[in-house]
């Protein structure tokens, strides 16, 4: 019930692959755009030299071509990343994605918009521009069109160098198809290194549910009932993961909810708080209340990352996430530092019937 594709594969001068967003077509076709890392100095690190690419799938995620790059680095970016693509209620599609600016402490968050089906795209303006302090998604990069419309876009903030920041969620908000953007009052906080990342889903009766990376050994959740004006305090899930991306979508078919995440044990001796690994998946069918972890989609000897997920109407799974053999795995002491190269852009097709 799942098949495992290799979208973009590391090699010679592409150390890595990640952060990828689906589109499917009008005709059928699926669009799939990623960041693609080139040999720098910066290798496959977080601020190493990367663009927007894009794939074509004409058999529904089985193979991929029709290469091309979309978005370029600018003076004074060290990369552009995370794109992430919505279809408006317009028809029209919209693509956000970072400039990360040299210094690493600064960011802006760009749009391109298309009105024939991803074949052209133009600049569409921004949702901020040169951030004090490194504002991003990383790898949760999803906007959210919800169902009167609006536009919402999770990201988190903080001032100073992206490794070292103390992070805080906000969203900004748009009701005019992203010509303009406002920032909401609300912000969500927790302790330690504070709240990263965060997934945004919407419930039936339009309450808004958000999954968060954290340090504190579980994924965490917060509730809005006003269309993301303002959130609650968040609270644990009590499903266990290491510091790491996570991914919440409801399942058009019943309006349950799923969460892909990496279900391993807390453990602070290691990066990032634990093993990335293996690659999960957990279903809530009472509105994020309880969860039970379904199973795993992927394991080692291999890290999972940087997650993103376009649920099919009849209830499957397109998820998007970088895999990287890590030989941590392999040594008990973890004594090898974390890889970031040799990462792949890989993609699982979930039929409707593995997350019951």
């Not at 973009?8 to 967003?21: F, I, K, L, Q, Y």
């Not at 419309?149 to 990201?155: A, E, K």
Request: net charge negative.
């Amino acid at each position: 019930m799942i098949e495992y594709v290799t979208v973009a594969e590391a090699g010679a001068g592409n150390p890595r692959n990640d952060t990828a967003s689906i589109m499917p077509l009008s005709d059928g076709r699926l669009l799939l755009v990623w960041h693609k890392y080139e040999d720098s100095p910066g290798g496959g690190s977080d601020f190493g030299l990367c663009r927007i690419y894009s794939k074509m799938s004409r058999d529904g995620g089985r193979s991929w071509g029709e290469e091309k790059m979309l978005v370029d680095v600018l003076p004074g970016d060290h990369n552009v990343q995370a794109p992430g693509m919505s279809r408006l209620p317009s028809g029209d599609l919209l693509l956000h994605c970072l400039r990360g600016h040299h210094g690493a402490s600064s960011s802006t968050m760009c749009l391109f918009r298309s009105t024939d089906d991803g074949l052209t795209w133009r600049e569409a303006g921004s949702v901020w521009e040169r951030s004090e302090g490194q504002w991003l998604q990383g790898g949760a990069n999803h906007m959210n069109v919800l169902a009167d419309g609006r536009l919402l876009l999770p990201f988190h903030f903080g001032t100073g160098h992206q490794g070292s920041q103390h992070n805080t969620i906000g969203c900004f908000l748009s009701d005019d198809e992203g010509r303009s953007w406002r920032q909401a009052d609300s912000v969500v906080d927790l302790p330690m290194r504070g709240a990263m990342e965060a997934s945004v889903a919407e419930l039936a009766d339009g309450r808004l549910i958000m999954s968060i990376r954290t340090q504190l050994g579980a994924v965490f959740l917060s509730h809005s009932g006003d269309r993301g004006e303002t959130w609650s305090l968040p609270q644990t899930s009590s499903v266990p993961a290491p510091e790491s991306c996570t991914c919440l979508r409801t399942i058009p078919s019943t309006g349950d909810l799923v969460l892909f995440y990496n279900g391993s044990q807390y453990d602070p001796a290691r990066h990032h708080f634990g093993l990335r690994t293996p690659l999960s998946a957990a279903l809530s069918r009472d509105g994020g209340s309880t969860w039970r972890k379904i199973g795993d989609i992927e394991n080692g000897p291999y890290e999972y990352m940087n997650l993103n997920c376009r649920m099919t109407e009849k209830g499957g799974a397109l998820l998007t996430y970088a895999k990287v053999e890590d030989p941590q795995l392999m040594h008990s002491d973890g004594s090898l530092p974390f890889k970031r190269k040799g990462l792949d852009l890989c993609l699982a097709l979930i039929e409707p019937e593995w997350f019951y």
